[in-house]
Nanobody
Framework: QAQLVESGGGSVQPGGSLRLSCIAS????????MAWFRQGPGKEREFVAV????????QYARSVTGRFTISRDNAQNTVYLQMHSLKPEDTAVYYC???????????????WGQGTQVTVSS
C-alpha cells in the first residue's frame, strides 16, 4: 500500500500562510489522483482540493477557491497545499489522500495520511 505523510501544519494568525506537504511512498505515485481533505472540530471530513495525475486539472472547494493552491511534483512523490489568507474556519486536521480515480468524495480515495493540524487564531 502507498504510505502518505503530511507535514507543514502549525499555528498561524488570520491572514497568514502555510504550505502543507505530503510525501508518498510507492512506485506509482504519478498514476494517482491526489487530494486534500480536512476535518474541523465537530465536523465531517470535507473535500478541499484535488489534482490530476499530471497536474493538468485542479479543483477546489468553494470555501478555499482563490486562497489555496494544490500542486504536485511527481519526481519527488510530493503533493502540496499552499494556503494563503487563512481564516479561523480553516482550522482543521488536514489529510492528503491518493486514489486511482479521484473526485470530491472521500470514498474514492484508497490511501490516507495521518493528518497535520492547522490552527488559525489570533
Amino acid at each position: 500500500q502507498a504510505q502518505l505523510v503530511e507535514s507543514g501544519g502549525g499555528s498561524v494568525q488570520p491572514g497568514g500562510s502555510l504550505r502543507l506537504s505530503c510525501i508518498a511512498s510507492g512506485r506509482t505515485f504519478s498514476t494517482y489522483m491526489m487530494a486534500w481533505f480536512r476535518q474541523g472540530p465537530g465536523k465531517e471530513r470535507e473535500f478541499v482540493a484535488v489534482i490530476s495525475q499530471s497536474g493538468g486539472m485542479r479543483q477546489y472547494a468553494r470555501s478555499v477557491t482563490g486562497r489555496f493552491t494544490i500542486s504536485r511534483d511527481n519526481a519527488q512523490n510530493t503533493v502540496y497545499l499552499q494556503m494563503h489568507s487563512l481564516k479561523p474556519e480553516d482550522t482543521a486536521v488536514y489529510y492528503c489522500a491518493a486514489g486511482l480515480k479521484g473526485g470530491v468524495a472521500r470514498d474514492l480515495y484508497d490511501y490516507w495520511g495521518q493528518g497535520t493540524q492547522v490552527t488559525v487564531s489570533s
